[in-house]
C-alpha cells in the first residue's frame, strides 16, 4: 500500500479524481481516501507542522505500515523560485534548526524525477513572503511527516514530492485553491507514474558492513540519533554502489577521525552527507 499525506484537498484533488479515490465515510479524525483495491490511501492532514505529525501518526497506525512493501508519500505545494515538480533530498525545520535526510535509493529519472529535479526544502511556520534562498523550496509540513513517519517507515520508504505553486506572498488569500489544483493537475501523471512504480518495487537488500559501522560510530563519539543517521549513509552508500570504506579512510588520511568531541563528530558526519551526495 502506498500511504500519502497532503495538506490541503485542493493539492489532493487531482489524484482523487484521477485514482477514484472513494472517500471513507466513517468518522474519521481526518478525511480519507481509498483506492478499490487497497493499493493507496490518503489523507488530507490540514496545514502545519502539528496537523501533519498527527495526520502521519493517524494513517500509518490505523492501516498498519509494512516496511518491506509499502510507502510514505508527502505530496503538495511550496514556494520556490522556478516552477517544477521536485523530488526531496533534504528538509530542514526552520524552528528547530534540525535536518533530515531521506534516503534517495530509488531512480524515479524513468518516471519523470531525474537527478535535477533534487531540491533542499526548509518546513516553516508561515506562508513565506520571500525566498530568503533562492535555492530551496519553502513549505509547512514536511519535518512534521518525516518525524512522525520516520517511527514506522524505513527512511528509504518516504518520499517527498514537492510542485511549485508561487514564489512567495504577503498575501497568504492569493494563494487560491483553484491555483493550486490548477498546479498540481500539471503534475498528476508524473505523480501517477511514480506511485505505479513505486507498487512493484521489491526490497533492495542491504547488508552494510557492520564492524565498519560500529568502529565509525564510536570514533566520531556519536549519539543515538547520529548513529542512526550514519546507518541511513551506509545504507545509501551500499545502494548507489558508492565506496563508503574509501570515503572514511579519506577522513582518517586527513586527520578528521577520530575526533574529540561530540561537536566534532557531527561535523565529520556533516562531511560524510557532502561526500555521499
Same mark, same amino acid.
Given at each position: 500500500?502506498? $500511504?500519502?499525506? +497532503? =495538506?490541503?484537498?485542493? %493539492?489532493?484533488?487531482? &489524484? /482523487?479524481?484521477?485514482?477514484?479515490?472513494?472517500?471513507?465515510? *466513517?468518522?474519521?479524525?481526518?478525511?480519507?481516501?481509498?483506492?478499490?483495491?487497497?493499493?493507496?490511501?490518503?489523507?488530507?492532514?490540514?496545514?502545519?507542522?502539528?496537523?501533519?505529525?498527527?495526520?502521519?501518526?493517524?494513517?500509518?497506525?490505523?492501516?498498519?505500515?509494512?516496511?518491506?512493501?509499502?510507502?510514505?508519500?508527502? $505530496?503538495?505545494? +511550496? =514556494?520556490?523560485?522556478? %516552477?517544477?515538480?521536485? &523530488? /526531496?533530498?533534504?528538509?530542514?525545520?526552520?524552528?528547530?534548526? *534540525?535536518?533530515?535526510?531521506?534516503?534517495?535509493?530509488?531512480?524515479?529519472?524513468?518516471?519523470?524525477?531525474?537527478?535535477?529535479?533534487?531540491?533542499?526544502?526548509?518546513?516553516?511556520?508561515?506562508?513565506?513572503?520571500?525566498?530568503?534562498?533562492?535555492?530551496?523550496?519553502?513549505?509547512?509540513?514536511?519535518?512534521?511527516?518525516?518525524?512522525?513517519?520516520?517511527?514506522?517507515?524505513?527512511?528509504?520508504?518516504? &518520499?517527498?514530492?514537492?510542485?511549485?505553486?508561487?514564489?512567495?506572498?504577503?498575501?497568504?488569500?492569493?494563494?487560491?485553491?483553484?491555483?493550486?489544483?490548477?498546479?498540481?493537475?500539471?503534475?498528476?501523471?508524473?505523480?501517477?507514474?511514480?506511485?505505479?512504480?513505486?507498487?512493484?518495487?521489491?526490497?533492495?537488500?542491504?547488508?552494510?558492513?557492520?564492524?565498519?559501522?560500529?568502529?565509525?560510530?564510536?570514533?566520531?563519539?556519536?549519539?543515538?540519533?547520529?548513529?542512526?543517521?550514519?546507518?541511513?549513509?551506509?545504507?545509501?552508500?551500499?545502494?548507489?554502489?558508492?565506496?563508503?570504506?574509501?570515503?572514511?579512510?579519506?577522513?582518517?588520511?586527513?586527520?578528521?577521525?577520530?575526533?574529540?568531541?561530540?561537536?566534532?563528530?557531527?561535523?565529520?558526519?556533516?562531511?560524510?552527507?557532502?561526500?555521499?551526495?
Amino acid at each position: 500500500m502506498i $500511504f500519502i499525506v +497532503c =495538506a490541503l484537498a485542493a %493539492e489532493a484533488k487531482p &489524484l /482523487i479524481e484521477t485514482m477514484s479515490l472513494r472517500k471513507d465515510t *466513517r468518522s474519521c479524525p481526518y478525511e480519507t481516501f481509498f483506492a478499490e483495491d487497497s493499493s493507496v490511501v490518503l489523507a488530507l492532514s490540514g496545514m502545519g507542522t502539528v496537523a501533519a505529525a498527527s495526520a502521519t501518526t493517524y494513517l500509518l497506525t490505523r492501516f498498519g505500515f509494512r516496511k518491506e512493501k509499502d510507502f510514505l508519500l508527502n $505530496f503538495g505545494s +511550496c =514556494a520556490g523560485k522556478e %516552477e517544477g515538480l521536485f &523530488l /526531496i533530498n533534504k528538509i530542514t525545520d526552520e524552528a528547530t534548526g *534540525r535536518s533530515f535526510y531521506p534516503d534517495m535509493i530509488y531512480d524515479l529519472s524513468s518516471f519523470g524525477l531525474p537527478f535535477s529535479s533534487e531540491k533542499a526544502l526548509v518546513t516553516v511556520s508561515k506562508v513565506v513572503d520571500s525566498l530568503s534562498d533562492p535555492n530551496l523550496l519553502y513549505e509547512m509540513e514536511a519535518s512534521a511527516i518525516f518525524q512522525a513517519g520516520a517511527r514506522f517507515v524505513p527512511p528509504h520508504r518516504i &518520499l517527498f514530492i514537492k510542485y511549485v505553486s508561487d514564489s512567495g506572498t504577503d498575501d497568504p488569500k492569493k494563494i487560491t485553491a483553484a491555483l493550486l489544483t490548477s498546479r498540481a493537475r500539471k503534475y498528476t501523471s508524473t505523480v501517477l507514474a511514480v506511485l505505479n512504480h513505486l507498487g512493484d518495487v521489491s526490497e533492495p537488500e542491504i547488508n552494510i558492513d557492520e564492524e565498519l559501522f560500529i568502529s565509525t560510530a564510536l570514533a566520531l563519539r556519536l549519539s543515538e540519533t547520529m548513529r542512526c543517521e550514519l546507518r541511513q549513509f551506509f545504507a545509501y552508500a551500499q545502494a548507489a554502489d558508492i565506496d563508503m570504506e574509501k570515503i572514511l579512510f579519506g577522513l582518517h588520511d586527513e586527520g578528521r577521525i577520530p575526533v574529540r568531541s561530540k561537536r566534532e563528530g557531527k561535523e565529520v558526519l556533516d562531511v560524510i552527507r557532502e561526500r555521499l551526495i
